[in-house]
């Protein structure tokens, strides 16, 4: 809706996949980000969410998502806002300080956790032999796990 990292990843020569809770332009599959279910561990070598973890009621799965489909050796780069209005789509239920930041990011190999202006800003590579730290036990409706 409000943008594409597309241009910035192909112009470097990267292959772009969007993801999307919704069909759209630069979207090429719908699934739900805090799961991730139609996406392959160890599937990527970066993983992109910019301005999405404030939309999701669970953002920690979200990222424990991610981390599970970026390859060892991979990046995540997170930005989520710090100080922002309100701004539904569908919802909007947080904000991300610097050491939030760095929980999200945790077991990772965190290069870059900071606040800068309106927005919180995280990188983090994935080490091999990455162990999640959290066992989440999911009871969504029609979960088996």
């Known amino acids: 809706v409000n943008g594409t990292y597309r241009a ?3 112009s470097r020569g990267g292959i772009y996949t969007g993801l999307d809770c919704s069909p759209g332009t630069n979207v090429d599959f719908v699934d739900d980000a805090c799961y991730l279910d139609r996406v392959e561990g160890n599937s990527f070598d970066l993983v992109i969410s910019g301005q999405l973890l404030e939309h999701l009621e669970f953002p920690l ?13 991979g990046w995540i780069a997170l930005i989520a806002p710090f100080s922002w209005e309100y701004h539904a789509y569908p919802i909007d239920c947080w904000r991300v300080c610097t050491d939030g930041m760095r929980f999200l ?8 956790a900071e ?7 995280g990188t983090g590579r994935k080490p091999a ?16 796990g």
């Not at 800068?116 to 800003?121: A, K, P, Y």
């Open 61 to 73: 799965l979200a990222v424990v998502a991610m981390k599970r489909v970026v390859r060892e050796g």
């Open 115 to 121: 606040t800068v202006g309106r927005d919180t800003m």
């Open 129 to 144: 032999g990455y162990c999640e730290r959290w066992e989440i036990h999911d009871r969504r409706k029609g979960s088996t």
């Open 105 to 112: 990011l945790a077991g990772m190999e965190v290069v870059y």
């Open 8 to 10: 910035l990843v192909e």
